[in-house]
Structure formats: structure tokens, C-alpha cells
């Protein structure tokens, strides 16, 4: 079993900053593939960013070099830094874990980008 816990989503302006963090409740250290997905209403839930090896990251086309994957080993955490939010951004950003091959997911976390 894996639990995944997103933090620090809200209410950014167009232009600004968020990062989003996943705390897991295991160790982190072999798991991928592991990142981040979202939904926006009435869309599909899409890949955001993820790790799919050590060395290796993934990301969707509508957030390379505006957003940011990272994973913290000794904190068994992972983060999204996103900056130059768009309103086409707002969405859920789901935490998802590939482990023993089973998927886990996070509750979700709000990011709304509005002026």
C-alpha cells in the first residue's frame, strides 16, 4: 500500500507561482514511474511531469520550462514547481505512484490561476 498527500494548491494570478508538493508514506527510492497528473473540468486527466527513472523526467508539451519536477529521497516527497501559471492551467493535480504494479493516486489538490 502507498498514500500520497498533495499540499499547496490555491489561488495564484496569471504570471505567478506554485509548488505542490506529494509527502508518501513509504520510501520513494525505487518507485516509477511517480509524478503528477491533473484535470481540468470537463477534460481528461493528463500528464503533467513524471519521473520515469532516476535520470530520466517526462513532461506534457504545455508546461516545458514553465514547470518543474523534483523528488526529495530522505523526505520520500515529490514536488511540481510551476511558474508562469496560465488560466489554462487551473485544474487538479493528482500525485500518482506506480508500485508493485498497482497505480496509486492522491486525493488532489486545487490550483486556480484567475486574476
Known amino acids: 500500500q502507498v498514500q500520497l498527500v498533495e499540499s499547496g494548491g490555491g489561488l495564484v494570478q496569471p504570471g505567478g507561482s506554485l509548488r505542490l508538493s506529494c509527502a508518501v508514506s513509504r520510501s520513494i527510492f525505487s518507485i516509477y514511474p511517480m509524478g503528477w497528473y491533473r484535470q481540468a473540468p470537463g477534460k481528461q486527466r493528463e500528464l503533467v511531469a513524471t519521473f520515469t527513472s532516476a535520470s530520466n523526467t517526462n513532461y506534457a508539451d504545455s508546461v516545458k520550462g514553465r514547470f518543474t519536477i523534483s523528488r526529495s529521497n530522505a523526505k520520500n516527497t515529490v514536488y511540481l514547481q510551476m511558474n508562469s501559471l496560465e488560466p489554462e492551467d487551473t485544474a487538479i493535480y493528482y500525485c500518482?505512484?506506480?508500485?508493485?504494479?498497482?497505480?496509486?493516486w492522491g486525493q488532489g489538490t486545487q490550483v486556480t490561476v484567475s486574476s
Open positions: 500518482y505512484a506506480h508500485y508493485n504494479t498497482v497505480d496509486y
